[in-house]
Structure formats: structure tokens, C-alpha cells
């Protein structure tokens, strides 16, 4: 599978696109209907038309509006029948315990970055730790995060890329993406993962009484809430987001803003232009991905029609490469590409 048509696949497993953003790349030839498994095409009475010349997508919040068992076939390879013994043909129950197992040996390689989450929780309520204080960020009124977020950001008490390193969770999206790995307990995991609220686990809420669960749950909800308030940030002070990112050393936050500036260049300044460099060379393809899905949720309005425009030139919705723009993808003068890790 070529590289656009896992960046669709991908973004549609996630839940970052929305029925329409999926008509309109249908529309286009940027998608076809087996890049996109359980999605049902819209019926219409007449022909389609096709977007105007320039015309953009409206703001739409992600909605998911029914039990994940909607999802299951989506997100979770089932095997065949099961044999006897409890075993699924094909691939390794694997245990509630081993997955918990793997979730604190992630949670251990953060430690480093977990106490940002403190600092900010504590700025909203009472968190005595990295648990609580997810519990406490998950739960507070948007605006009063968006307040907290911008004070700790403008006063460098907290520096953006640790709570981006506390949370970016696609490290621990790679366990359900094991085709070896069978049973209830990871059909459980890949609800946990797409689930928007406690009701929407469904039938799969039995999961939570693992506490690794729970923590995951918890830091997939504040996840998402960073993502869109820094969206939110960046239209309203530009340059306290470039500054942030010119103190980080995060690869992914890096490529997410550098595509989010690029999206966004024709709304800046003309002065500004000139403070750039590039064209720049793409990361790898895991990086590209990654950079792609959380720019989508930062700023879906801007990010669904530039990824359009940037795989407009493309030969085929399957072809290896894309133009981003004649002159390729700038980059404000103060950010440099961080070093790997």
C-alpha cells in the first residue's frame, strides 16, 4: 500500500475524518472505497458536483454517535472461527495483564516528561500525580485548560515539547496494530483507543478496571484536548506556538507545525515570508504519518484542503512521492529540523 492511501486509512482508523472529509477525497481520487474499510458511501438522488475552485471544508467537530461495535471491524483484524482451547486460529490470545505490562514499561520511559502534566494540572485542581493530574485535565472546562495552557506556555514554566512527549500516545497504538495479537482483551485495547467518553466504550467498559487501562483512557482524552487547544493557540498567538516549537526537540511536533505553517502561510504577513527556509526534505514515513494525523486535529479546516493540494500533482492516489507546492514545504527561520534521538 503506497503512502497516500495509508495516510487516508490511517487518518480514517483514527476517527480524525469525518464522513465528509471522506466524500470529498472520494470525489477527488485521493481515496477509494478499500482504503476506507467499513465506511458506507452517501446515496444521492442526482449526480455529485464537485467542490468549487478553491473552496475549502467547513469546521465540523469529530462525532462518533455509536457504540464501538460500530468500529470493531474497522479497527480490530479478527481471525478466523475460534478452535477449541479458547485460541484464536492464526494469531496469540494475548492477556489483559501483558498489554498493562507494556503500558507501564511506556509510562517508565516517560518519566522524565510525565511531570509537566502536574505542574499544569495543579493550576486547575488538586493532582498529587501524573494519574491525577490526567484525571484533572481530562475533566476541566475548556476555556479554563486554554487559559492554564497559554500561562504556563508564555512563562516557560512548562516547555511545550514534554507535555507533547508526556502524551503523544502513537507508541502505544502499535500493540493493536499487531496482526499476532487476538482475543477479547485487544478488541477491548482498540475500543479504548477511539473512544471519544466512558458511554461510547459500550460493551467494552469492563477494560477500565485495569488501572494501566484507565491511565491510557485518561491520557488518550487529554491527548486530543492539547492537540485542538494548541489549534486554537496557534490562530490566536502565532508566536508564542513558534517559539514553542523552537525550543522543542521533538521530531513529530516539529513536522506537525511545519505542515500547519505551511497550510497556513497565505494568512501571514508579507514581511514574514522572507524569514524562512527551504525547500525542506521529508522525515520518514512513520514520522510523516504521525506529523500528518496530529496537524489533522490541530486544525482540520486548514489541514483537509491542504492535504488535497499537497497530493494534487500525484499521478495515482497510490504514488510513492508528493509536491507540496512548487517551492516544497518552508519553515520559519528560527526552527531547525531537531536532531534524532
Given amino acids: 500500500m503506497k503512502v497516500i492511501s495509508q495516510l487516508v486509512r490511517h487518518f480514517w482508523q483514527s476517527g480524525a475524518l469525518s464522513a465528509d472529509d471522506v466524500e470529498y477525497l472520494l470525489r477527488h481520487g485521493f481515496a477509494r472505497l478499500r482504503d476506507l474499510p467499513g465506511y458506507k458511501p452517501k446515496k444521492r438522488s442526482a449526480r455529485p ?3 468549487a475552485e478553491g473552496a475549502t471544508l467547513p469546521a465540523r467537530p469529530i462525532e462518533i454517535t455509536s457504540p464501538l461495535e460500530h468500529f470493531e471491524e474497522t479497527l480490530v483484524r479478527r481471525g ?29 520511559r516517560r518519566e522524565s516528561a510525565l511531570p509537566s502534566l502536574v505542574e499544569l494540572a495543579r493550576r486547575l485542581g488538586q493532582a498529587d500525580d501524573w494519574q491525577q493530574a490526567l484525571v484533572v485535565l481530562r475533566s476541566v472546562d475548556s476555556q479554563l485548560f486554554e487559559q492554564a495552557l497559554a500561562t504556563v506556555l508564555r512563562r516557560n514554566a512548562i516547555q511545550l515539547v514534554d507535555l507533547w512527549q508526556a502524551l503523544d500516545p502513537d507508541a502505544m497504538l502499535a500493540l493493536a496494530h499487531d ?14 483507543l477511539i473512544a471519544p467518553d466512558f458511554p ?5 467498559q469492563w477494560v477500565l478496571k485495569h488501572a494501566e487501562i484507565r491511565d491510557l483512557f485518561n491520557l488518550l482524552a487529554v491527548w486530543r484536548r492539547l492537540l485542538e487547544t494548541l489549534g486554537i493557540l496557534y490562530q490566536r498567538n502565532r508566536p508564542l506556538m513558534i517559539r514553542c516549537v523552537r525550543s522543542g526537540n521533538d521530531t513529530v511536533m516539529f513536522w506537525a507545525f511545519v505542515l500547519l505553517y505551511n497550510a497556513t502561510w497565505p494568512t501571514l504577513a508579507g514581511a514574514k515570508r522572507g524569514r524562512e527556509y527551504g525547500p525542506l526534505s521529508l522525515p520518514e514515513h512513520d514520522v510523516w504519518r504521525h506529523a500528518w494525523n496530529c496537524a489533522l486535529t490541530i486544525d482540520r479546516v486548514s489541514m483537509a484542503p491542504f492535504f488535497a493540494t499537497c ?15 512548487e517551492q516544497g514545504l518552508m519553515c520559519p527561520a528560527l526552527w531547525h529540523v531537531p536532531n534524532p534521538t
Fill in 49 to 51: 458536483t464537485a467542490l
Fill in 80 to 108: 478466523p472461527p475460534r478452535r477449541s482451547g479458547g485460541r484464536s486460529a492464526g494469531g496469540k490470545t494475548i492477556r489483559p495483564e501483558s498489554i498493562c505490562r507494556r503500558l507501564r514499561d511506556m509510562f517508565k
Fill in 179 to 192: 496482526p499476532a495479537h487476538k482475543g477479547p482483551a485487544i478488541r477491548a485495547f482498540c475500543a479504548v
Fill in 200 to 204: 461510547s466504550l459500550g460493551k467494552y
Fill in 311 to 325: 497530493y494534487a500533482r500525484a499521478d495515482s492516489p497510490d504514488a510513492d512521492t508528493i509536491d507540496c507546492f
